[in-house]
């Protein structure tokens, strides 16, 4: 089992690095979906006992919220606000995959300093989670597409995700839940920012709000 759910942290890994070298708003929200799909599989692989109603509820959620509805909720947007990819990003992509790809062994430093997990916990599930945040950090910092950003916080909130159901177990309904409530309330929020940005100022470059004068 603990073999499977590393094999499956590495796939969030890979997803997460894929993000930071993709173009195309269309493919990075089916890596985003696919990335959902793999965290049910993780809230799966953590658990040492047998499933429990509460586990399955939170991964059947999981799946659905991530793997379809945060998707189908962007992939709106990205066609009502009538955008294809990411054209000009404040740092390139091939850069932002190589800085994605160097998060990743300083996350697995980051993990280090922290006290060891209990007995049969997956070694990666702390090093995937840091670096699904810093990706995700990576992706609000350097976009410029309020679709990218939003992306970015996807992908932030689900290392979040993977680190409490890793290590919150006795809480991971109540917590995970109210994390999953909060994140849908804004990406529907950001999906109709997005639309009303690019429908009054026929772009969504955020850097350029900053223009706006009173």
């Keep these: 089992m603990q073999a499977w759910t590393d094999l499956v942290l590495i796939s969030v ?35 040492q006992g047998e499933l429990s109603a509460h586990v399955v509820v939170l991964v059947v959620g999981t799946v659905a919220i991530k793997g379809f509805v945060f998707p189908r909720l962007l992939r709106r947007a990205v066609r009502e606000a009538g955008i294809r990819q990411e054209v ?18 300083f996350a697995m430093w980051l993990s280090g300093r922290l006290p060891r997990l209990e007995p049969g916990a997956a ?17 609000i910092v350097t976009r410029r597409k309020a679709v990218a950003q939003v992306l970015g916080y996807l992908a932030l909130e689900n290392g979040i995700f993977i680190f409490g159901v890793g290590l919150a177990r006795q809480a991971t309904l109540l917590v995970e839940l109210g994390i999953l409530l909060d994140v849908f309330v804004a990406v529907f929020v950001m999906g109709i920012a997005i639309f009303h940005i690019s429908r009054e100022f026929d772009h969504i470059d955020t850097d350029q709000l900053s223009q706006l004068k009173e």
């Design 13 to 47: 890994v890979l997803t997460n690095l894929a993000l930071t070298g993709l173009s195309s708003f269309g493919t990075c929200v089916r890596v985003m979906a696919l990335q959902g799909v793999l965290l049910g599989l993780v809230t799966v692989g953590v658990q």
């Design 88 to 105: 000009e990003p404040f740092v390139g992509f091939g850069s932002s995959l190589l800085m994605g790809t160097l998060a990743l062994p």
């Design 123 to 139: 070694p990666l599930l702390v090093p995937a989670a840091f670096h699904a945040i810093l990706v995700g950090l990576l992706m």
